[in-house]
């Protein structure tokens, strides 16, 4: 018990002292998550609003697809990403494997299908006079689009605070195409994935005690929007 005790004094003494180690794991993982929800929002919400505001052919389809996509092994998806960025891949020439870039790739695939499910529900229960109403007011689609997500922009940003916490406590996805390296790739997970290996206790402690705060945050911020999206 001595030396959880003892980590978790380093590990505050860590964050107190601004060690450089552990707050570059910090930023890289706010930056890799930043971009990916940002990439996540621009492409799931679209999807998400086309695929809750129109019935068309094999919809249900479509909707079972995404809602599958929600559990899928996020290994798997790493080691597609992995193929596709390396220098055998289509996507090789770019240069984004073991970069931030190709790490954010990765996380936009795991969170993507959060937006678009969570978009999709909230335009479904969205009150069926809006439409009706855009439409008799001469708007066309895409003013009908916008409209339409600004109504439900609660839950549009309930859906980006879900998809980010997901995104930003992902280990396999940042470990395989991150590659983990130090001052470059290395998040907070990969990073406490490592150090515990190693026996560092404290900077895992430290690390985890960043990720927890995040956490914290989220929850707080995903139970305000839920009070705002009930009213």
């Given at each position: ?51 809750g505001y129109h019935d068309f ?132 997970t990969t990073a406490i994935a ?38």
């Amino acid at each position: 018990m001595d030396y959880l005790l003892d980590g978790l004094a380093t590990a505050l003494r860590l964050l107190a002292m601004g060690d450089a180690e552990t707050f570059s794991a910090v930023w890289i993982t706010l930056a890799a998550s930043g971009m990916s929800i940002a990439a996540c929002l621009a492409i799931g919400a679209p999807l998400g609003f086309l695929i809750g505001y129109h019935d068309f052919p094999g919809r249900r389809a479509v909707r079972i697809a995404v809602d599958t996509a929600l559990c899928f092994p996020t290994v798997v998806i790493g080691l597609l990403v992995y193929l596709l960025l390396s220098r055998q891949g289509p996507l090789g020439d770019l240069g984004l494997l073991f970069t931030i870039p190709g790490m954010s790739v990765g996380l936009t695939l795991l969170g993507i299908p959060i937006v678009m499910a969570m978009t999709a529900l909230a335009v479904e229960q969205a009150d069926a006079r809006l439409r009706l109403t855009l439409l008799t007011l001469g708007a066309d689609g895409r003013q009908v689009l916008f409209a339409t997500l600004w109504e439900t922009r609660y839950h549009l940003m309930l859906a980006g605070v879900a998809a980010f916490g997901r995104i930003v406590s992902e280990v396999g996805i940042s470990m395989m195409v991150g590659g983990n390296i130090k001052w470059h790739t290395r998040t907070i997970t990969t990073a406490i994935a490592l150090e515990t290996g190693k026996g560092d206790y404290a900077l895992g402690i430290a690390l985890g005690l960043v990720l927890l705060a995040i956490a914290l945050l989220l929850n707080l911020m995903l139970a305000g929007l839920r009070r705002r999206a009930g009213r």
